[in-house]
């Protein structure tokens, strides 16, 4: 398929231009000209290295901000009786994202090509999720694209409310330990070798602490470079980790066991499964297809394989909460939910139920960790410093004694 560049005007009467792949000119007039662009200018595109679009974005290049406001506006044309080819073609002009604007313009032509729109969607992954796509997929049998659009947009908005206040109690302590870290290595490398010679000259008999802390300073001159070595190492074995799935389990079954920050960790896996599985029930999703979407987007290993058991017990006729109650991840308040949302035939509200009470126990839990480890931190940053100056300023009145006497 061939990239063409084209200028023409546009039914409204204004000029515009751009790119467009096409199997020829002729099919590229073809396209432009049911878009409304009467064709002035067009020519082959030259490619060449630095001409490509070269991709090289990491992970999701769509903010989610910018994701749920689409898929705000998109539930609200598709409801005023906006085609869906009108729909995304209204949505990339006025989207802030590049990357969402891009993938927009050509689901639109592979719209007007007879592609569903699920399927144009599966086509851009990077900005498209899958839950995304499946239930875009299982909306176009049933008719409820504009109420599966606003359940998408909920969702990933309580999502990414949740996310953030993960990151927000996660970052905090690691930003104070850092800033402790970064003290401690400046005082230990330029403030205590200056005292450390002038300790010499003296020839001061120096107390324990003060030996320690030099030997830590001549350390740290020597061989800092073992530091920079065990950062990269810890960074290696993360992208190792996730890479590799029995490495992936066992790091995300430690996360979870963490003191303190296993069992924020451990709520807001619980909320995101929930949530998502509500989504996507109430989409009209089948039960074993939504467990799968589930495994890959619920991003932790320990969960996903509880939902995999999970889907072999109703394979073999069984109930959806039996691995439920047998799993350490799980509270017996989910597994009693789940059962109920079974037993009634309500189990997409029992799920949003479950996912509204750890949402709100994940941003109590993040706002009292924060509140909690402030102080701690600030005493442990105080102590590293504390001894640091004492070391330096007990041999120093030691000195002054001396010098008097």
Sequence with gaps: MAQFQYVGRHRTGRMTKGKLSSESRREAVLRLREKGIAVTHLQEAQTNLFSQDLDLTLGNPVKPAHFVIYLRQFATLIKAGVSIVDSTRILAEQTESKALRKALLQVEEDLRGGTAFSDAADK????????????????????????????????????HVTRQKIKSALAYPFVLLLACAG???????????????????FGAELP??????LGASEWMQSYWWLLLILVAGCAGAVVFANRHPVASYYMDYALLKMPVFGALLRKATIARMARTLSSLFSSSVPILQAITIVEKVVLNKVMANVLETSKQSLERGGMLSEPFNKHWIFPPLVAQMVRIGEQTGSLDTMLSKVADFYEAEVDMAADRLKTLIEPFMVVVMAAVVGVIVMSIVVPMFDIYEHVRS
Excluded: C, W
């Excluded at 230990?188 to 010679?197: D, G, H, I, R």
């Excluded at 324990?208 to 802390?213: A, D, F, G």
């Design 124 to 159: 851009h992954p990077k900005v498209f999720p899958v839950l995304f796509v499946n239930m875009i997929r299982a909306s176009e049998y049933s008719g409820t694209l504009d109420g599966s659009l606003n359940n998408l947009a909920s969702t990933f908005e309580k999502q």
């Design 183 to 201: 003290t401690a290595v400046y005082l230990l490398t330029n403030v205590v070798p200056t005292f450390a010679s002038m300790f010499e000259e």
């Design 208 to 213: 324990t602490i003060t030996k320690l802390v």
